[in-house]
């Protein structure tokens, strides 16, 4: 399983743009990457996955280079609600059933 | 639809007895579902694999004999924490994965355990 480096925490303000980078050096051709959100005594909460290039939904964007190691997950104009633990993870979603050990994660705080 | 459910959301427990924690996939079938483990202020570390009708797989360091999984439907699996401590208080999350096509895990919403 590819592993995932990601900065430990950010902060930023209300309105303003977030970009949450991942680093996954080793990631096999097979892998997604996804990421979720995780609030204080919650279950993580998908938010977005790509394979390649960019991704886009209602609430992320997700940007990934050619070479796929790496990945950054962008937060148009976030709001204290987004304060959480964002987590980045990769896996062979081919295959089915992909059990997903999670990282470090970043711990996002917005201020007003 | 992808909603998974967890009950109990919290529980107190004595030291010793054992406690039973239900993780069930609502509105689709789940054939492997997933444990975890989350201590404040730390990630999520899995503890076994969840499988339906065979037994579980557990994670280096997870006791089988303690941690009991049963997978008896497509829709259920629990987590028997047996002769629980204090040291096994914690934050218990499943997550489920649809059959095939089914591109990520879902999670339950947690289920706080506190062993007095």
């Known amino acids: 399983l590819a592993k995932t480096t990601q900065p430990i925490s950010m902060d930023s303000y209300e309105g303003q743009e977030v970009n949450i980078t991942c680093s996954h050096n080793n990631i096999a051709t097979n892998d997604y990457i996804t990421w979720y959100q995780q609030f204080p005594s919650q279950g993580p909460r998908f938010i977005i996955q790509g394979y390649k290039t960019k991704v886009k939904n209602e609430v992320a964007s997700l940007f990934i280079p050619a070479d796929r190691k790496s990945s950054t997950l962008s937060l148009p104009r976030v709001s204290l609600s987004d304060t959480a633990v964002y987590y980045c993870?990769?896996?062979?979603?081919?295959?089915?059933?992909?059990?997903?050990?999670f990282g470090t994660g970043t711990r996002l705080l917005v201020s007003p | 639809g992808a909603v998974v459910s967890q009950h109990p959301s919290w529980v107190i427990c004595k030291s010793g007895t054992s406690v039973k924690i239900e993780c069930r996939s609502l509105?689709?079938?789940?054939?492997?579902m997933f444990w975890y483990r989350q201590f404040p202020k730390q990630s999520l570390m899995l503890m076994a694999t969840s499988n339906e009708g065979s037994k579980a797989t557990y994670e280096q360091g997870v006791e089988k004999d303690k941690f009991l999984i049963n997978h008896a439907s497509l829709t259920l699996s629990t987590l028997t924490v047996t002769s629980a401590h204090p040291e096994d208080s914690s934050f218990y999350i499943c997550?489920?994965?649809?059959?095939?096509?089914?591109?990520?895990?879902?999670f339950g919403p947690g289920t706080r355990l506190l062993v007095l």
């Open positions: 993870l990769v896996g062979d979603m081919n295959t089915g059933f992909q059990k997903l050990v």
């Open positions: 509105d689709f079938q789940a054939t492997t």
């Open positions: 997550s489920a994965g649809r059959l095939a096509g089914e591109e990520t895990q879902y």
